[in-house]
């Protein structure tokens, strides 16, 4: 028996083997756990935030701050509520954009990715994992120093590339 993780969010998701059956209930066709990840950069787009993580999985690497997204919750709301939990972050201190979405048929979840450039200046509260912010330029797919099997380095690229995503409500 081992404990699995969203390699995008790091939540544990079930205890199990892998590849046995249906992920979170053990039901076929149960819903799928929704997650986020929130990537914020600050006032001039050089700085990306991050936590480090303290314990396992990815324990000592750098990681998208987020987390579940509750039951009958609004996914922009999950996402803000998630961002001020664990950083201090407040809504009026960003505004996120949904950029992607990851699904993982598999392990029966899916992660939101948002993205957002601060306002101004905040102080940053961390929840439990240190909080730091890392240069945009870095090599975000570097296994050693970054959680995630490299999606941090495809998502970094993806708002490179095609932008922000799409504005909430």
């Known amino acids: 028996m081992r404990y699995r993780f969203c390699s995008s969010c790091t939540e544990e998701m079930e205890r199990g083997r892998i590849g046995e059956g249906s992920v979170s209930s053990g039901e076929v066709g149960a819903a799928m756990q929704g997650y986020n990840c929130v990537m914020i ?3 001039d787009e050089e700085k ?3 936590c480090r993580r303290l314990s396992d999985p990815y324990k000592g690497k750098f990681n998208l701050v987020g987390g579940k ?4 919750e609004d996914h922009f709301d ?12 407040r809504r009026g201190d960003v ?3 949904h950029m992607m979405d990851f699904t993982y048929y598999n392990q029966n979840c899916y992660v939101e990715i948002y993205t957002g450039v601060l306002k ?4 940053l509260v961390s929840e439990k994992h240190p909080l730091c912010w890392l ?3 870095e090599d975000f ?3 050693e120093r970054f959680a995630g099997e490299g999606n941090i380095g495809h998502m970094v690229q993806q708002v490179k590339d095609y932008g922000r995503g799409k504005r909430g409500k």
């Open 95 to 97: 505004e996120l954009f």
């Open 41 to 43: 950069y600050s006032t």
């Open 48 to 50: 990306i935030l991050f």
């Open 135 to 137: 240069d945009s330029g």
């Open 141 to 143: 797919f570097d296994l």
């Open 69 to 72: 997204i509750e039951e009958g």
């Open 78 to 89: 999950a996402a803000y509520r998630e961002l001020f939990e664990e950083t201090g972050i």
């Open 120 to 123: 101004g200046d905040v102080e």
